[in-house]
Structures are given as C-alpha cells and as structure tokens.
C-alpha cells in the first residue's frame, strides 16, 4: 500500500475522507512535556496548533448540548469522551488544514460567507439568522466572529484539501475485474471507496506519528 502512494503521490495520492480515528496514544500522540511555554496550547505538533481557548469553547458547548439532552448529569467517563472527541476532530482539522496550504488552497472570503450564511444552525425559515449566528459564537463558543470565522475558514480550506484528494482516485479495470470475482455484487463505488479509505487510514496515521503531536494531559484534567 506504501508503494502505491509513494508511486501517486505526486498527483495526488488516492483518498477518500474518513473520521479521525485511534485513541490519542495509539496515533503517536504523546503527554504533556514537550509543549511550547503557553500554558494556553492543549495541543502541538509539526505546523499544528490547537489553543486552549479553541478546545474549551467547543468543549464547554459540546457538555451544554450532552446535558440538555440527558436527565441525568454527566459522569466522568462521558466528559472525558467528549474531550477526546473534541480534541480528535480539532486536531483533525489543524491536520488536513496544514496540508491545504501545503498544496497552495485558499479559501475566500465569498466561500466563508456562503459556509456560514448556509449554516442550517443559523438558518431561521430558511433564511440566515443574524442573532442566531451571533449568540452561538458569543453566547455558547464564547469567542469573536472573527475568532469563530478563522475556525471555518480552516475546516473548509481542509475539506477542499479532502475532495482535491477524493476527486483523484482511479481504480483500474483488472482491479474492478477481480473485485467483482470476488463480490458480484461489488460496484465500482463500493471499490472505489474501499480503496480509498485503506489509503487514507495508512496515509492518515502516518502523518499523525510524523507530526510529533504533543498533548497537555494537565490541562486536559483540569478542565473534568
């Protein structure tokens, strides 16, 4: 699989988007000791960077919505579930966001707009609420519009990286012929998605060891 990508990486390795997965260890995360001297950095690593600040307001709003939703307080077990679920998908975003300006894509202005705008979470009878979008950030991220908005700009400039990566996957005819050997019922989708997903699972991983992620597991504490 190594060989392949390495063969197709130059024009773009074949991809397919995927959640990031592994708990925080087995993806060469490592504890708290190697960070920079801000005490407001919950994460670090090779061109990524994920404040304090970042975390904590996704954080707190992540507890507001599991409460709303519950009856029962939260345990333990599931803030800290949540934690790493927030840390994963804001390092995840800092990941591919490096990537997206490796390969030189810019995000404009019109298209962080259009994200926002189009937002069915500040969408009021199908038409943008500007209050709506104003108290989400202030109110329950507690951050700025311009804070929250440099947040959307690097989660579209890395989805615009994952469809660059999506949209260059090939799947050779002997390969269709044999999968459909195998599995009758196999289309050509179905491979193209399984071939694309073993890549990025490897390709993914891979990056994540190179990139030295360093975890604040104090400040992770501090914040149950």
């Avoid at 599931?78 to 840390?87: A, G, N, P």
């Avoid at 943008?128 to 959307?152: G, S």
Wanted: no cysteine.
């Amino acid at each position: 699989m190594m060989n392949f990508m390495r063969k197709y990486k130059r024009h773009i390795i074949i991809v397919v988007i995927v959640t990031f997965v592994a708990g925080i260890g087995i993806l060469g995360f490592n504890s708290f000791g190697g960070l920079s001297n801000s005490t407001r950095v919950i994460a670090e690593g090779k061109g990524i960077s994920v404040s304090a600040d970042e975390f904590y307001a996704f954080y707190i709003a992540e507890i507001d919505n599991a409460m709303r939703q519950s009856d029962k307080p939260l345990t333990q077990d599931q803030k800290q579930e949540i934690q790493r679920m927030i840390l994963k998908q804001l390092v995840s975003d800092e990941v591919f966001y490096a990537q997206a300006k490796e390969y030189g894509i810019i995000v404009t202005d019109e298209e962080l707009a259009r994200a926002i705008q189009f937002s069915k979470m500040f969408s009021k009878n199908g038409v943008f609420d500007q209050r709506a979008y104003m108290y989400y950030v202030t109110n329950v991220l507690k951050t700025t519009p311009q804070k929250y908005e440099e947040i959307v700009r690097k989660q579209i400039a890395g989805d615009k990286f994952k469809r660059l990566l999506v949209s260059s996957i090939k799947v050779w005819n002997a390969e269709y012929a044999a999968a459909l050997k195998a599995n009758p019922k196999m289309t050509l989708q179905d491979l193209t998605n399984i071939k694309a997903k073993g890549v990025l699972d490897e390709w993914f991983t891979d990056l994540i060891r190179n990139s030295d992620i360093v975890i604040n597991e104090k400040l992770l504490k501090d914040l149950l």
